[in-house]
């Protein structure tokens, strides 16, 4: 959010990731997760891509057509070039938003004619570290009009205020947003909280805060499950899901069949679900996860079984022994590579890999 908090967040009682960390020091290490780093306004450290010559264009499968990324004085721009010389049309846009934490990659947005958000044609790939096609654009012809619509916002962000009224799917107020996934998207709104908790008040009985771990199994998931539960359909306009609702009054999840293929991507809760270890226990995602760190090693996860599983346990331990130790999610919680998402790179077609969260014996 640019200019604090707009009228509409306050009236419903948001007060704001800096409000919260005033006074929960401990939480700060969120500043640097993957949720927190999702939206950001496009800058020189937040956008991963170059504009340095010679790392800023963008070759296609189509000869004639390329992009140049450039910054300039009044921000940053994808141009995109079709033709030869003199004969050459051109469009430019500038970068308004970058969406992704730049773990797999990044991609663009920018405001368009009538307060339309539009995804831009290029964007960034972490593993070749290059700029990439955009999923979902072709890359033979030039095109800037993928709209963004708001159940993308409503994963990496958390809150865009919709125009509902002109029959445009991707028309947002210019000045009302707040990008990252904050706080209070996992918590409720805090105004109340804060109150009873300001300096001198008495300890209150209530503290009138969402805690997800005081929440039942199925409402910690649901609050998981709205980003992490697959695409779905909206029953409810976009953010109006708040932490301890039950999701199926906002959005209609498919719920994949037991024997269905399940693509590693975006929905890592139905994943779990068909996990025995799953099944067999109260495990929930925060039994392996801290969202409030950044938690990359996998040798570290691998510690989170030995909460239920021995090392002997593993049908692998008499002929390994030892060796399988601080390796587990190596070979129960694969990364593979996901079958629904691609982009272009120099002609070549690049999928990211996913950690696949159905832990079980893969052959
Ligand atoms: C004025 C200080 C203050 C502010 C501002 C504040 N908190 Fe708290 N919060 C506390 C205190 C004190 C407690 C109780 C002691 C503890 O658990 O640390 C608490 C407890 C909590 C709990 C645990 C509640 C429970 O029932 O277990 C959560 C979750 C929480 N805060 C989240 C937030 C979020 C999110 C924000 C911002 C929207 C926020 N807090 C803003 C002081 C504050
Ligand atoms: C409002 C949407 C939203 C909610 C709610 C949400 N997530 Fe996420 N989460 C995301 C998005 C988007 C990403 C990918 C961020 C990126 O890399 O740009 C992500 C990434 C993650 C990651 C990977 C972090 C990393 O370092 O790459 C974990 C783990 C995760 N979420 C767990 C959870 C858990 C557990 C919950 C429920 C307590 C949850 N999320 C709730 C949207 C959400
Ligand atoms: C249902 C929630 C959901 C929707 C809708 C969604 N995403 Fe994501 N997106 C995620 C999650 C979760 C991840 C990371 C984990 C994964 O790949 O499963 C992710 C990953 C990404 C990444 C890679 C981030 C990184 O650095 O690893 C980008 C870029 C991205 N999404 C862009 C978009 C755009 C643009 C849209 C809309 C046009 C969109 N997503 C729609 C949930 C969603
Ligand atoms: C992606 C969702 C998500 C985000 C974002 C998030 N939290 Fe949490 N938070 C949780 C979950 C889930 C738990 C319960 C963890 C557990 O099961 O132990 C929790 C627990 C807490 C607690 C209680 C901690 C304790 O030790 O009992 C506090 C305080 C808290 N969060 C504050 C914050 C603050 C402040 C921020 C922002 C800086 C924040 N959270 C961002 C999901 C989130
Ligand atoms: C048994 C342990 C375990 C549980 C439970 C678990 N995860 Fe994970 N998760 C992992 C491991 C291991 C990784 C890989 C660590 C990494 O590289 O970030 C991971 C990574 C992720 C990622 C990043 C995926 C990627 O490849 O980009 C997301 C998103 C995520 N988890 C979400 C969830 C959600 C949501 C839940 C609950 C439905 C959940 N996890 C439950 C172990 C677990
Ligand atoms: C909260 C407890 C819990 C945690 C944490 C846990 N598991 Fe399990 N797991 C179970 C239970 C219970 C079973 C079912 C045992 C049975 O049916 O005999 C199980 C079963 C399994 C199985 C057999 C699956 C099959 O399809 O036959 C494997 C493999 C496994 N777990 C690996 C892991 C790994 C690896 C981790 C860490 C990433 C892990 N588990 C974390 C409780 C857990
Ligand atoms: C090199 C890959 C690998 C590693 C590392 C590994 N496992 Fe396994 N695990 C397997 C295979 C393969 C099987 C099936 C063995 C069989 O049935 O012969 C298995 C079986 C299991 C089972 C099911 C046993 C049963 O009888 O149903 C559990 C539980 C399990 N592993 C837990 C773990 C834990 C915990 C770790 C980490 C300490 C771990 N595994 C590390 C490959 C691995």
């Known amino acids: 959010m640019q200019f604090g908090l707009s009228l509409l967040l306050i009236v419903a009682g948001f007060i ?49 057509l390329h992009y140049r990324m450039e910054a300039r004085k009044d921000g940053f721009f994808q141009t995109g070039i079709l033709g030869t010389p003199p004969d050459t049309i051109s469009i430019s846009e500038r970068v308004d938003f970058v969406i992704g934490s730049g773990r797999k990659g990044q991609t663009y947005l920018y405001w368009g004619k009538e307060d339309q958000l539009f995804q831009l044609p290029v964007s960034y790939w972490t593993e070749v570290a290059s700029w990439v096609n955009s999923p979902g654009y072709g890359d033979r012809s030039l095109e800037f009009s993928r709209p963004v619509a708001p159940r993308c916002l409503e994963c990496h962000a958390s809150f865009f205020e919709a125009v509902t009224d002109s029959g445009l799917a991707n028309q947002y107020r210019r000045s009302n947003y707040v990008l990252g996934v904050s706080c209070e998207r996992c918590h409720g709104p805090g105004k109340q909280h804060a109150e009873l908790n300001a ?108 909460g239920c599983h021995k090392v002997e346990s593993c049908g692998l331990f008499p002929k390994r022994g030892r060796t399988i130790v601080g390796k587990c999610v190596d070979c129960h919680l694969p990364n593979q590579t996901s079958n629904v998402i691609f982009s272009t790179h120099d002609g070549v077609r690049i999928r990211p890999k996913v950690r696949n969260h159905w832990i079980k014996i893969y052959r």
């Open 199 to 306: 300096p001198g008040a008495p300890k209150p009985v209530d503290q009138a805060i969402v805690n997800p771990a005081k929440l039942p199994r199925d409402r910690q998931l649901a609050l998981c499950s709205l980003c992490h539960g697959g695409i779905g359909s909206a029953k409810a306009p976009a953010f109006s899901f708040t932490a301890g609702d039950a999701l199926e009054d906002f959005i209609r999840l498919d719920i994949p069949k037991e024997d269905e293929p399940l693509d590693v991507h975006g929905n890592q809760v139905a994943l779990l679900e068909r996990s025995k270890c799953f099944k067999s226990s109260t495990m929930t995602c925060s039994t392996c996860h801290d969202v409030h760190l950044r938690q990359r090693d996998a040798a570290e996860f691998s510690e989170k079984c030995m």
């Open 16 to 64: 704001g990731n800096d409000q919260c960390l005033s006074c929960h020091e401990k939480q700060r290490t969120y500043l640097s997760t993957a949720h927190h780093l999702t939206s950001q306004a496009a800058t020189a450290t937040s956008i991963a891509g170059s504009f340095a010559p010679g790392k800023n264009i963008l070759r296609t499968s189509q000869r004639e």
